[in-house]
């Protein structure tokens, strides 16, 4: 599949870093010695994967497939091995980028209104939709290997379909939003079991909608630099390598970061850190009227919707005019739409709240009570420890802020905690990612990475 020209590069994260640097009342000298210290650690020093193995997902893998992989491993993303790539001499020939549920929830809502315009355009059934010819609509929108599109499909369910807007750039069809209300379960047979839907490979999604840069560090990196890669340049895992071999020895993701954090309890740095309040580190980040939150009673594609084009992997529900929150979605639980189609058949109707009662009636740790799983909160005079103990206990990658009313007042995220306990000193990862951007190009990856398409914790 022919790839775009564009580069691949790191989006601008000083705004967000300085900001938070600057609101941080933290003595200087703490934050140079820190910062210093987590310079001369290296990241062959970070515990291994859980498993003791990092979990691989090949290219020629189906999105299905791929899904079930990473739900039965609890993880949220996995590098993506080359299926051409034989015995490679680096990484480089060995993997793809990394497959996470941020570029899956693209390709679902994508593909969903192609399927949707297709049905219901009358042009195509559940039994006439397969291998065609090739068309413009199935290479841009599907992001699919090869020639496969649509078939069967008139000049005015395509016209609908490009008048819809199904490209990257110009995000959800207008008329795909209620095009297949009423399809049921036809919908899912053709977007799960027909073809070009069904032959789209982690591959494609890798090349079509990379969402962030894939940036390996070697085991004699420095854990200031992965902590800065997590935090500052958003990047949600960091592969470790070994210089003289192909394959990824460790993952570091923030989640995995926090969780190290926690085990530092008992050391005078981290014990004065984490007894301040939140608003004495400038959390929560953002303002009362700046965090997104989606309602109760709205369409859960459109919550998914709503994370993918504001950037961000989860929202707080919310009811009334004083926001209450009632629950949480993140972008992860889009894996329950694809693999439970016997309980969400009619998907395109379901709103958040029938969305998260489902859910809590079927998920083992539930207690099968049909009641919406509480969201992870905490007050605004909350301790940085409690949040961090909080946030590691449930595997979280937020927690909202809230007054005594259950009232959303903001949200801390993962990338927040990190940001908290290190500064970047003048230039640090200036040369490192410049090379690792070099060596980028030199492989021909110059794959998306629009700042529309960035979505972080």
Excluded at 118 to 132: D, K, N
Excluded at 136 to 141: L, P, R, S, Y
Aim: hydrophobic share 40%.
């Amino acid at each position: 599949m022919d790839r775009p020209d564009e580069i691949v590069k790191f989006p601008s994260c000083d705004a967000y870093f300085d900001t938070i640097q600057s609101k941080k009342k933290l003595p200087l000298s703490l934050q140079e010695s820190l910062t210093a210290a987590f310079a001369q650690i290296p990241v062959s020093s970070f515990p291994d994967v859980p498993s003791g193995r990092v979990i691989e997902i090949p290219g020629d893998t189906s999105i299905l497939d791929a899904v079930r992989i990473l739900s039965e491993h609890n993880i949220r993303s996995a590098p993506v091995l080359n299926p051409e790539s034989g015995v490679p001499a680096d990484w480089q020939g060995r993997y793809l980028g990394i497959i996470d549920y941020s570029a899956i929830i693209l390709w679902v809502l994508e593909n969903a209104e192609i399927a949707a315009v297709a049905l219901s355009a009358g042009s195509a059934t559940v039994a006439g939709v397969g291998m065609g010819a090739v068309g413009a609509v199935g290479v841009a929108t599907l992001g699919a290997i090869g020639p496969v599109a649509v078939a069967g499909l008139t000049a005015a369910a395509v016209g609908a379909a490009v008048a819809g807007g199904l490209t990257a750039e110009k995000g959800v069809a207008k008329d795909g939003l209620t095009a297949a209300d009423h399809l049921g379960e036809d919908f899912y047979k053709v977007l799960l079991q027909q073809e070009p839907f069904k032959s789209t490979t982690v591959r494609s999604i890798v090349e079509s909608y990379r969402w962030s840069p894939f940036v390996p560090v070697t085991l004699d990196s420095t854990m200031l630099t992965v902590l800065l890669l997590l935090s500052k340049y958003r990047l949600r895992n960091v592969p470790v390598i070994e210089p003289d071999k192909p394959v990824i020895k460790n993952f570091i993701t923030q989640t995995g970061v926090i969780k190290g954090l926690q085990q530092c309890k008992g050391r005078d740095w981290f014990d004065y850190i984490s007894a301040l309040p939140l608003s004495d580190l400038g959390l929560p980040f953002m303002s009362f009227d700046e965090v997104i939150t989606v309602n109760s009673g709205d369409l859960i594609l459109e919550a998914f919707k709503c994370m993918k084009d504001n950037k961000i992997g989860g929202v707080p529900v919310v009811e009334g005019p004083n926001r209450k929150l009632v629950g949480s979605v993140s972008i992860r639980d889009i894996r329950f739409l694809l693999l439970r189609p016997d309980l969400f058949s009619s998907f395109r109707q379901l709103t958040v709240m029938e969305f998260m009662k489902t859910l809590g009636s079927t998920l083992p740790d539930s207690g099968n009570d049909g009641l919406v799983k509480p969201p992870l909160t905490c007050a605004p005079d909350a301790s940085l420890g409690s949040v961090i103990d909080s946030i590691a206990s449930r595997i979280t990658h937020r927690i909202y802020v809230v007054n005594g009313d259950f009232e959303v007042l903001g949200v801390v995220t993962l990338r927040d905690v990190i940001s908290c306990f290190i500064y970047e000193p003048p230039g640090y990862c200036d040369n490192y990612l410049a090379s690792a951007m070099d060596k980028f190009e030199d492989k021909g990856s110059g794959s998306v990475d629009k700042s529309e398409h960035q979505i972080t914790s």
